[in-house]
């Protein structure tokens, strides 16, 4: 495939090449919308793949597969994405390389099967206690691509399960996509986590809190050492922005076209999109605000306010800039809004 | 150069076939295109929606508000779409065309065809494509399946439909 320059591929098309490429050997899943052709596309791969009786088998299936030194995945979305984190929370225990592909869809509940921002925080911290993941999210198919290899990798690599966060719209276009500029990725081989022909006594329950307590503080810290090599953000114009506009996944693409835009019309404003939800690039937006210039935030996104929670949490309390949202709950939003919104804020 | 069409009709109408040639036309034209499907959980009788950006710039939102080109091909599409009725340049709506549709007794299994005929001269007319590369298009998709002849005869004469 990589040998054609462009391709119309959909997103869905574009994770089956983006795992093959990454050397997974199987996949589990149950089929739910926007996902569904993740699995019967990765089904005609001819890999191994298993379409198991729920979500809670299919991502317990992939904790086995790992365990056994396969790299493995499964894509869900909604209620199919909830019943997932009872074998991520085992993942983060754990430390196993698992890779989801969530297709957000609107919610709560069944909701539309279409398109939303609003599993973010599910995504980011759906597990019970406090694990360690990671979370990426792609604007757009070039994006899904590398940001799904990097999941593989990086899941191997770190030893922390990883979420590719995006959405029905982005899974669902056609599009052409450009395969030529990842051909020189290279893939992190995966290794077996439990030597062969040895009996591995390999807890994730702890007779102790303080033997607990030791296992999550060096979860963590190890988390925080590795956050500078993987966070990751877009900036563009913030250099002298007065309003710097926040915005993740397609949300963020398109609100790089209205920072294009307002632009030309003189208002200072500028764009930070994360790349990675979680980690979440903080010392960088940090430097961005703390540049006294910045007086207001805005917020826009395709949720109440998901991804306004972690930028509110993650920002340094000593950053005053005021803060606005933009808030379309299960809606995608056109450049124009964006334009619209900002020329009616007041600063 | 942009254009937007947005497609709509009944689950079932064969919105997506005809939007899938479309955008595969300008694809093998080596033109920017996203197609973006929209509908619920149906399978038969929703409403089923097709956004359509073609140009020769990189596309980054698939959705838009305000098409070039709004097909209605069915009365509960026409209320699914309201909102966009006023912010479209060129409707085409199957209630101008029922009389022309019996008239010509083309069976209703191929309306669609006969609106993507209809759709391709107005995008030849714009100098987006020539009529045989969506017909090549199509016949790569529909030749080898049952009704090959009752397509191709509704391509042509929504292809000579003088609007």
Known sequence: MQNNKKQFLTGHEVVVQAALDAGAESMFGYPITPTCEILSGWFESGKKCLQTEDEIA?????????????????????????????????????????????????????????????????????????????????????????????????????????????????????????????????????ISLIPENKIVHWPNIYTAEEELNIVLENTKNDFENIAKEIVSFESKEIEDAEILLIAHGIVGAVTKIAVEELRKQNIKVGLFRPITLRPFPKQELDKICGWKKIKKIVVVESSFGQLARIVRDQLAPEIDASFDYLQKPGLGIEPEEVIEFVKNIKI | MQIKILLSGDGGQGIQTIAEVISRAAFEKGLTVSFIPNYGLEQRGGV????????????????????????????????????????????????????????????SKNYNIFFLGFLTKMLEKEKIYLAEEIFLALEKKLSSKPNWEENKKAFALGLSFNF
């Open chain 2, 48 to 107: 089923s929606l097709a956004f359509i950006k073609i140009g020769d710039q990189e596309i980054v939102y698939p959705k838009f508000s305000n098409p070039d080109i709004l097909l209605i091909m069915s009365d509960q599409s026409r209320q699914r779409v309201l909102e966009y009725i006023s912010k479209s340049k060129k409707i085409i709506d199957i209630k101008d065309y029922n009389f022309y549709l019996q008239e010509k007794k083309i069976n």
């Open chain 1, 58 to 190: 299919a991502g317990f299936g992939v904790c086995g597969a790992v365990l056994a030194g396969e790299k493995s995945f499964t894509a869900s979305s909604g209620p199919g994405h909830i019943l997932l984190q009872d074998s991520f929370s085992m993942a983060e225990a754990m430390r196993l390389p698992v890779v989801l592909i969530v297709g957000q869809r609107g919610g709560p509940s069944s909701g539309t099967v279409i398109y939303s921002q609003q599993e973010v925080i599910l995504a980011c911290f759906g597990g019970n206690g406090e694990g360690m993941r990671l979370v990426y999210s792609p604007s757009n198919l070039s994006e899904l691509y590398l940001l799904t290899r990097r999941a593989f990798n990086e899941a191997w690599k770190y030893r922390y399960p990883a979420i590719v966060l995006t959405d029905g719209y982005t899974l669902k276009i056609r599009q052409n996509v450009d395969f030529d500029q990842f051909k020189k990725i290279e893939n992190i081989p995966p």
